[in-house]
């Protein structure tokens, strides 16, 4: 067993066990607290496939963003009922089939597809070539997420905003 | 690694998040099913990346990250304007639009 066959399975491990968590605890709270632990393994399952940029992404704005803002909204919607938010789950039976027939049906589309074994090798600097395509090839779809960006920020403070 | 290994993670992820989806009442809760099946598509799109050493395929993943981000945020300001209205966050009761 190399170094990063046990890395992925360690990874593997963290990541489907907290995602487990976050469908399955009763406290909202905690749940959100899972699913932080499941994004920060998946920068780790990032890091392993060499995308350096993409794991400290994805620490920044999911690990860092999306759970402060889901924090951010359980606290102020239990403010406003009042009670702490538990959560509870029903038909089981129906979500673990339906889960199970998707999960299945992927599996076996994964065995019977051709796929490569070994990761090529990358000569050049990843992080390095996407920052320049990024400005170059990429500019237009660059500069058109910044413009939805601002566009979320202005739908979400229209929406939150106080009643009048 | 193989490929495939990686594959697997992502459709274990995704079919748990389903799961997530399916069977939590509370909308917060849908939300984050819903990530958890972002995120396994994440993991497919830079493991196709990296095994056809094709860079513009991870720039791609960086473009759906954010638009992620940007869809919890107009999610969880629609479920905070429900709170307001509704008083509940639970999926059920959300059915203002029935006729």
């Not at chain 1, 998946?42 to 992404?57: K, M």
């Amino acid at each position: 067993m190399t170094l990063d066959v046990v890395a992925f399975w360690g990874l593997a491990v963290v990541v489907i066990g907290s995602a487990l968590a976050v469908v399955l605890t009763k406290n909202l709270f905690h749940s959100v607290l899972w699913l932080a632990l499941s994004l920060t393994g998946t920068a780790g399952i990032f890091l392993s496939l060499d995308a350096e940029f993409l794991a400290a992404v994805q620490l920044l704005l999911y690990a860092g963003g999306v759970i402060t803002i889901v924090v951010f909204a359980i606290v102020v919607t239990e403010r406003l009922v009042g009670d702490r938010l538990t959560q509870v789950s029903r038909r089981l039976l129906t979500g673990v089939i339906l889960a199970g027939a998707l999960l299945v049906a992927l599996l076996r589309f994964l065995r019977g597809a051709e796929l490569p074994v070994e990761q090529p090798v990358i000569a050049v600097d990843v992080t390095r070539v996407l920052g320049q395509v990024l400005m170059t090839e990429f500019v237009l779809p660059f500069e058109l997420l910044a413009v939805l960006l601002l566009v979320g920020l202005l739908g979400a403070l229209y929406f939150a905003r106080p009643e009048d | 690694m193989p490929l495939s290994a990686y594959l697997t993670l992502a459709a274990v992820l995704f079919a748990v998040g389903f799961f997530g989806v399916v069977t939590r009442r509370n909308t917060v809760g849908i939300l984050l099913g819903i990530e958890l099946m972002l995120n396994a598509v994440n993991i497919n799109l830079v493991a196709f990346a990296r095994y056809n050493a094709d860079i513009v395929g991870m720039l791609f993943t960086s473009f759906t990250i954010p638009i992620t981000v940007a869809e919890v945020a107009l999610g969880l300001a629609i479920v905070i304007l429900m709170f307001r209205m509704k008083r509940t966050a639970v999926a059920d009761h959300l059915d203002i639009l029935k006729g």
